[in-house]
């Protein structure tokens, strides 16, 4: 072979490799730009699940555990709140969700009785550095205390995560509120924005934080407007529109029981809220709960 012609050759496979990471380099780049913006979108879902009532016939636990695991993992949750949950379900959703790790307690006993405002994590994106629960009542620390005119022991479960691709610390509350009590809904309100400011680095200022759960209030009512003094709803400051039901409570019913929402995710000045829906969707007519899970795509500034 001639040498002219070898150079040649030899050139035009250094012309085509080159051209090859032209035309790709920009594909993987962007990719990869895609994959990191996906790390810091935050996916959170706050659930009632409602309590494992022998009762509900065909709605018991036991014909919904899967409709409910498989909402969480669908929408690749990353933290999520639950309320009303037993010590069973807890068991059940463990299972289920092998890469989460459990916050929680109930809140009879502070062990394992009663009902749990629990916090699940994905373990691959976030690590807990402290946790812990309060009892909604003038005495926090004190197992099964009841508040005010409250007619149950109500709870708040409460953690601070790290967020392993970003380094940011995300601080998070999940509770129920109670069915009854007025004044105890106003004063649980006011005990987590308490402790919400303890748990953050300077008390100035509120950073990275989400407090999420069943307030059994409407937007107008007390408790979203106490929280409203400190955070934002998620629901109304959502860059694209809500999506579903606006009613969050279902009853086991055809559809939402009312038009008003009393389940809710509420986020710090410092997290923009890119999407916000509420989840009906159902299994041969039947839904997961009597409420409709909550989710939001939130991204930490």
């Known amino acids: 072979m001639r040498f002219s012609h070898l150079l040649n050759t030899r050139l035009f496979r250094i012309k085509l490799i080159v051209a090859g990471l032209f035309c790709f380099a920009p594909v993987n780049c962007l ?4 994959t990191a913006r996906e790390r810091e979108y935050l996916n959170v879902m706050t659930f009632n699940i409602r309590f494992n009532n022998p009762s509900d016939s065909a709605n018991n636990w036991a014909f919904r555990k899967e409709f409910v695991s498989s909402q969480i993992l669908f929408h690749e949750t990353h933290i999520l709140g639950v309320q009303e949950a037993l010590f069973d379900q807890i068991q059940d959703l463990q299972e289920r969700l092998p890469r989460y790790k459990l916050i929680g307690i109930g809140r009879d006993d502070g062990r394992t009785k009663g009902e749990f405002s629990a916090i699940f994590f994905d373990s691959t994106r976030f690590e807990a550095i402290t946790s812990g629960t309060i009892w909604l009542s003038p005495t926090p620390s004190i197992a099964g205390s009841k508040g005010w005119d409250a007619a149950l022991p109500r709870i708040a479960t409460w953690v601070r995560l790290r967020d392993k691709p970003t380094s940011h610390f995300v601080n998070v509350i999940n509770t129920h509120f109670d069915h009854q009590g007025l004044q105890a809904r ?3 309100a006011r005990c987590i924005l308490k402790k919400l400011s303890e748990m953050q680095p300077s008390a100035t200022v509120v950073r990275h934080s989400i407090v999420m759960g069943d307030l059994n209030s409407i937007p107008t009512d007390d408790p979203a407007m106490i929280f409203s003094s400190v955070l934002k709803d998620s629901k109304a400051i959502s ?3 809500h999506y579903g039901p606006t009613g969050t409570f279902n009853g086991f019913g055809k559809s939402e029981q009312d038009d008003q929402p009393i389940d809710y995710i509420f986020v710090s000045s410092d997290i923009d809220v890119m999407q916000h829906a509420t989840l009906s969707q159902t299994w041969h007519g039947r839904f997961s709960s009597d409420h409709f899970p909550v ?6 500034k």
């Open 295 to 300: 989710v939001a795509r939130l991204h930490l």
């Open 186 to 188: 106003k004063e649980s």
């Open 31 to 34: 990719a990869q730009q895609a």
């Open 239 to 241: 860059r694209t529109p």
